[in-house]
DNA sequence: ATTCGCAACGAAAACGGTTTCGTGTTAATA
DNA sequence: TATTAACACGAAACCGTTTTCGTTGCGAAT
């Protein structure tokens, strides 16, 4: 086991101080041409790396971004890690990836356990219970600290700091005009709870969406899940008692599984009944039918989160101005819903 | 914008020196009662917290692990970063994940990056391309500077290291079985190439099953793609001029896709024909009919890795004893194959 | 009065780099 | 010949901790 060789070993090998090893390593001017070919050669040799922990200790900045979303087995987590990875990684930053587990206790032993240097900035979606207790104490700790955070998909108005959604009520509101334009007058809703960012988004769209077309609000065909549990009792009854011809979901699991109960109760996709979902996944490519959603671009939403952060992270400037920008859904049109 | 407070801070403040403070806030014998409660007092107030670069350069340990996966998209790695998160949460390890994206190049730069110190230990499952380039000096070089490797999944033979992985030739065994068990004597196989050490060994259960119950395995019922792309093309031709009435997939995807295929061919799932893939994910579940697979327990494989790993990392002694921990795959019934 | 022991604290090295500011040597200039 | 500037390099501080090894001051024992 040959252990890492640090500059001072180079030093000794080599009879010259810790500073000239450093210098030539940097191809500073300051050392004479064959120094600098000499300690190269060697280190090349010994395969020299310096290590990343005392640098960021001697420059206060870690190259490492962390990440704390709600859930990692979720599609539109992990685009949207693959894009924040994609991005960072081509900077030379590295991603440390923490799930909340839906958990505002778990949410703020993450943010503590990185906000202690290992990390030069924060991107982040909400857990549904911090949401809920509506409660960001640990978030305005790290801002003031100087930490700077990007806030993506689960928001709120309560810290000030840089933000990436997508516009929820635009997408609910071109599903719910899509399923109009097709002549459904019964459209029904699964969604969670409000608390949500995004579903309240998301529910008012649809809303307006109805309104628009002198269509009333049933709040009956409206159901609202808790988010934590797909709870199948619940939309089953929910799905029988309620008469409808189109569904617009705030997922793609909710769509797809009631796309299955319909298809149990002898009802065709989309000729009785037309269905579109949120989050352009597997789930819905690959579905029978195959699911129309709103595609919320996850991937892209990470890069932009990752460049406004590590535009943050690397001015010098001290402004204090923050942007919120919002990305256009998509309405991916499949076979759920008709052409 | 306050910024954190260190012991110098404290030290300065109190009129006492940096050990001082240091050993207070350990609670150290050798500080008086008086002067630890002050200081105590005081660092609660100023809400210190030691910087975690600091320690990791001082103690040589980061308390960090670097994951280094194929793709982050995909049900059963996210399920395994799931179990390795849980069980390093709660020793208090933060994990690093990194995708290859499945090349050989950004699975060497990423683990060079996380190797200089960012890193006590490496949980990995291979790139595809790295299981055809069969090169693995990356990962004997980390080994060799002592830094502990663990794989899982995708492994190799070539680099000694704790191992992880699901009997796949007894999984597809298993999922065979059921089938002839059934009375299904025409069973093809879509898998992905042969390099890719968990199809070849599925490919062999799933030979291993057929002859050992009196069947010939028929060559022309075995499809072969490569593992990057989900060839549509192919698999409709091979579809159409295969005759089967079981199909065994190595993952989800192909499975159901394959099965949409099937119902567009009218043939009933699973009267006609049934199905069995690879992977416990939602695609699975919500599939229809359901698809009975294989699970292969990533979250369990996850809590696996990281517990053989952090073992390592914190095991002073320098045996070089490695083991490779097989688990069971299980068969979860659903409705594409008979009851 | 001297020595001893102990309690309570501080100085300094160490981790592995970067960087500023010397300093000694040589060669060019006055 | 004395001065000076450029060159090439080293010493040391610094980042924030931990930890070892002193070093005080003081009461007790001799």
Redesign the interface.
């Known amino acids: 086991?040959?252990?890492?060789i640090t500059l001072k070993d180079i030093a000794r090998e080599l009879e010259v101080s810790i500073s000239t090893v450093s210098k030539a390593l940097k191809n500073s001017e300051e050392i004479s041409r064959d120094t600098k070919e000499k300690i190269q050669a060697f280190a090349k040799l010994y395969?020299y790396?310096?290590?990343?922990?005392?640098i960021?200790?001697k420059n206060k900045r870690?190259k490492?971004i962390g990440v704390v979303i709600p859930d990692?087995?979720?599609?539109f987590f992990?685009?949207v890690?693959?894009g924040i990875?994609k991005y960072a990684?081509a900077r030379?930053y590295?991603?440390?990836?923490?799930?909340s587990d839906e958990s505002f206790d778990r949410e703020v032993i993450?943010m503590?356990?990185?906000?202690?240097?290992?990390i030069d900035g924060f991107i982040m979606s909400l857990a549904s219970e911090t949401q809920q207790k509506n409660d960001y104490n640990h978030l305005k700790?790290v801002t003031?600290?100087?930490i700077p955070v990007v806030l993506f998909d689960r928001i709120t108005n309560e810290v000030e700091c840089d933000k990436v959604i997508i516009d929820d009520q635009l997408g609910a509101y071109m599903a719910a005009k899509k399923m109009i334009d097709q002549g459904r007058k019964k459209i029904g809703l699964i969604t969670t709870a409000d608390y949500l960012s995004v579903s309240k988004a998301r529910t008012q769209g649809y809303r307006k969406a109805l309104t628009e077309h002198n269509l009333e609000v049933d709040e009956s065909r409206i159901l609202k899940l808790s988010s934590m549990d797909m709870d199948e009792e619940l939309i089953q009854q929910f799905f029988e008692s309620t008469e409808m011809d189109a569904v617009l979901c705030v997922n793609e699991?909710f769509a797809?599984?009631t796309?299955?109960l319909a298809?149990r109760n002898g009802l065709r996709i989309p000729e009785d009944i037309s269905f579109i979902g949120f989050t352009d996944g597997?789930?819905s490519e690959?579905?029978?039918p195959s699911l129309t959603v709103i595609a919320q671009h996850g991937q892209k939403m990470g890069e932009i989160s990752a460049q406004m952060l590590i535009e943050k992270v690397e001015s010098e400037a001290?402004e204090e101005t923050y942007q919120t920008k919002i990305l256009e859904p998509t309405l991916v049109v499949r076979d759920s819903t008709i052409n």
Chains 1, 2 share one sequence.
Request: neutral net charge; hydrophobic residues 35%; charged residues 20%.
């Open positions: 086991m040959k252990s890492k395969n790396r310096p290590n990343n922990i005392a960021s200790l870690t490492n990692i087995v979720h599609h992990t685009t890690i693959r990875e990684n030379g590295n991603v440390i990836v923490c799930s993450n503590e356990m990185l906000a202690n240097g290992s700790e003031e600290q100087g699991i797809v599984y796309m299955r298809q597997f789930l690959y579905a029978n001290e």
